[in-house]
């Protein structure tokens, strides 16, 4: 099965600050990769799919790129309501998806 | 407005069965894929299943396969995940949806 990880596990940021997560898979999924926002009690939302299509409705500061194994997600400049969970997946066979374990991004 | 609700979780004793329900409203489930996830408590996020439109095709994670099954009834525009033999581990909120939309989750509980 294909393998996901993230990088970092927690980042701590800043208001205004730009950051950087990276996800890995252990083999190429192509751009058959999506990025999720999780918050406390409510159901994921995603943000990017395809690697670097983002979701009608997501703010233009969240951007995605990458293909094959090696993907990052951008925010350009953190606002309040973007600390949360962070989480990368796979999804370019029907047979198996795969999460990576997260990042969490906190003040 | 697409709208997933999902039902049926609770408290159940190891080795136990539940079966959640998911009933869609704004969008036809049948021409879609679909899929249920969980998330363990302060965990993250598994993928639990997959189900062709015509529910011809099902897929397992490692951790639930020969114990969970996923069905469809296009008809009544529904998803469902019955959950035998259930352990400790399977503690989670449920979530049915696909990578546009998913539900608000429902708990799962699995103690004695």
């Known amino acids: 099965d294909i393998q996901m990880t993230q990088s970092p596990s927690t980042l701590s940021a800043s208001v205004g600050d730009r950051v950087i997560i990276t996800c890995r898979a252990s083999q190429s999924v192509s751009y058959w990769l999506a990025w999720y926002q999780v918050k406390p009690g409510k159901a994921p939302k995603v943000l990017i799919h395809k690697a670097s299509v983002l979701q009608s409705g997501v703010p233009s500061r969240f951007s995605g790129s990458g293909s094959g194994t090696e993907f990052t997600l951008t925010i350009s400049s953190l606002q309040p309501d973007d600390f949360a969970t962070y989480y990368c997946q796979q999804y370019s066979n029907y047979a198996v998806y795969t999460f990576a374990q997260g990042t969490k991004l906190d003040i | 407005e697409v709208q997933l609700v999902e039902s049926g979780g609770g408290l159940v004793q190891p080795g136990g069965s539940l079966r959640l329900s998911c009933a869609a409203s704004?969008?036809?489930?049948?021409?879609?894929?679909m899929s249920w996830i969980r998330q363990v408590p302060g965990k993250g996020l598994e993928w639990v299943a997959n189900?062709?439109?015509?529910?011809?095709?099902?897929y397992y994670g490692d951790s639930v396969k020969g114990r969970f099954t996923v069905s469809r009834d296009n008809a009544k525009n529904s998803l469902y995940l019955q959950m035998n033999s259930l352990r400790a581990e399977d503690t989670a909120v449920y979530y049915c949806?696909?990578?546009?939309?998913w539900g608000q989750g429902t708990q799962v509980t699995v103690s004695s």
């Open positions: 949806g696909r990578r546009e939309f």
């Open positions: 704004g969008v036809t489930l049948s021409n879609l894929w």
């Open positions: 189900i062709k439109e015509d529910g011809s095709e099902k």
